[in-house]
Each structure stands twice: as structure tokens, then as C-alpha cells.
């Protein structure tokens, strides 16, 4: 089955600094990348998503790129702001059933 | 519109008992999932649904059962609990199954002593 790994696990940026998380993927068959973020006890929200016929998707200060030829794919943050700390999670699917999830990056924005 | 809604938030079992965990959710989404999430790990799919009547195993089913009666319930039932369910469990829907992101539910911590 399909393997997503994410890196860096931990990651510690100043405010107004970008963050990048990467998630490389195994199966090539893989059409569908969404990204969750998860602040501390709560539910896993979606906040992007890119098929594979995009390449980069942006949504204010959050972008997805997307490189099929490599199969990684990574999230972008500008202009970071405390609201931003949490864990976030890419995933992947091929079109079925199955979502692969990383096993996510803790992401602190120091003020 | 309530989403998705799980119960109980938080539940300790002794070894060897059962318990369901609700799922319910409001969006007439025929794809329902359970996921269980472990310290440091991604998230690991349960079981699913595809619509009322109609389940399947994910990629760690041993030691749980569901059933889909209706759209809108997916209960998630522990037989025989074991240490190694600790887990906070998480339902969640979609619209369509692969490339649509999913709804979750709030989720329930499960502490098996």
C-alpha cells in the first residue's frame, strides 16, 4: 500500500517567519493531498487540498505545492502567526477508500 | 448543523470489557470512516463505509466491529478491550469517497486499564 512520510516532525519558527512541511509518497497512483491541522485536543480540520492535475494552490498565507515527478508534495505558511502553532498532517489517496496519513509535524510559532 | 458528533469525549475501560462508540453525523454523507490515532503516529483507518448496509475493513480492524443500519449512524464496537486500544478514536465523513476531504468528529479518548 501506499507509504506517507512527513518531515520535520517538530518545527519552531518566529512570528511573521514561513514554515515548510514536506510529506513524500510512495504510490504514484496517488491523485488527492490534503493537509489537516490539529490544535491541541481537538479534531483534525482540513485547511488544504491539491489534486494532481494542480501543481500549486494557494489560500491566503497557505500554500500547497505539488511535484508529481518527485512525489512529494508541501505545505507552505507566510507570514506566520501564534494561531499557526498545532500539528499538521498531510495525506494521501489514490481515489478509493484509504487516506495514508504522515504522522504529522508539531509546529510552534514563537511570538 | 452539527457536523459530526462523537460520544463519549472520554472513557476508561478495564481489560476484557466492551463498549460502542458513537458516531452520528448530520451531512447525508454516504462515506463514513473510523480512524484511531496514537501518540506520534498518523492516522490509522479502522473501518468504513461506503453507504447504509455496507462496511469494510481498513488497515487495523482486529479487535473492533462496526455496522451502518442508517446514513447517519457508524457506531465503532470494542470486544475483549486490551492496553493496546488506548487510543483517541476519531469518526469522521465525506461527501465522496478519494478526493474530498474529510469532516471529523470531535473524537474520544479511550483508556483501557
Known amino acids: 500500500g501506499e507509504n506517507v512520510e512527513q518531515h520535520p516532525s517538530t518545527l519552531s519558527v518566529q512570528e511573521g517567519d514561513s514554515a515548510v512541511i514536506k510529506c513524500t509518497y510512495s504510490d504514484s497512483a496517488s491523485n488527492y493531498f490534503p493537509w489537516y491541522k490539529q490544535e491541541l485536543g481537538k479534531r483534525p480540520q482540513l485547511i488544504i487540498d491539491i489534486r494532481s492535475n494542480v501543481g500549486e494552490k494557494k489560500d491566503q498565507r497557505i500554500a500547497v505545492t505539488l511535484n508529481k515527478t518527485a512525489k512529494h508534495f508541501s505545505l507552505h505558511i507566510t507570514e506566520t502567526q501564534p494561531e499557526d502553532s498545532a500539528v499538521y498532517f498531510c495525506a494521501a489517496s489514490r481515489g478509493g477508500n484509504q487516506f495514508y496519513f504522515g504522522t504529522g509535524t508539531s509546529l510552534t510559532v514563537i511570538p | 448543523n452539527a457536523g459530526v458528533t462523537q460520544t463519549p469525549k472520554f472513557r476508561i475501560l478495564k481489560i476484557g470489557q466492551s463498549m460502542t462508540l458513537q458516531c452520528t453525523q448530520d451531512m447525508n454523507h454516504n462515506y463514513m470512516y473510523w480512524y484511531r490515532q496514537d501518540p506520534g503516529m498518523g492516522l490509522k483507518l479502522i473501518y468504513y463505509s461506503v453507504g447504509a448496509g455496507i462496511t469494510d475493513k481498513g488497515e487495523v480492524p482486529n479487535g473492533y466491529n462496526v455496522s451502518r443500519s442508517t446514513t447517519e449512524d457508524f457506531p465503532l464496537r470494542l470486544e475483549l478491550a486490551a492496553p493496546s486500544q488506548t487510543s483517541v478514536y476519531f469518526c469522521?465523513?465525506?461527501?465522496?469517497?478519494?478526493?474530498?476531504?474529510?469532516?471529523f468528529g470531535s473524537g474520544t479518548r479511550l483508556t483501557v486499564v
Open positions: 469522521a465523513s465525506s461527501y465522496a469517497q478519494g478526493t474530498y476531504g474529510y469532516t
